[in-house]
């Protein structure tokens, strides 16, 4: 069995829910006028101080335009996951902006594999 912090998911799952909200330029004051709940309950959520429901994740993600899983992923250190994750942000560039970015992150991931 795999030991989970659940501190540090909270933390790292409200992270994400900040993220997500910041992309979809949505104030905490919106987003709790949305969900019929108080900007406390969003500011604690994104602190990691509450975790949220599966319930409310799902609220979240509809209200943002994202996926659901998008909160859990940004908390993953399993590779796959990280990859889903830069191809999100990736998809936000130019072709000459990618094609600079990917080029850096080979060039430092071959450094740093050397290493």
Avoid: W, Y
Wanted: aromatic letters at 2%; a neutral charge.
């Amino acid at each position: 069995m795999t030991d989970i912090n659940v501190g540090q998911l909270a933390k790292s799952v409200g992270k994400a829910i900040g993220r997500q909200r910041n992309r979809a330029g949505f104030t905490q004051e919106q987003v709790a006028e949305h969900l019929n709940i108080g900007m406390e309950a969003v500011s604690r959520m994104e602190r990691g101080i509450v975790v949220p429901t599966v319930v409310r994740l799902a609220e979240l993600a509809q209200l943002f335009g994202c996926e659901l899983a998008d909160f859990l992923r940004e908390t993953s250190n399993r590779p796959t996951e990280q990859g889903i994750v830069l191809s999100k942000q990736l998809a936000r560039l130019d072709d000459a902006d990618r094609a600079l970015l990917l080029d850096t992150v080979e060039r430092l991931v071959n450094r740093l594999a050397k290493g």
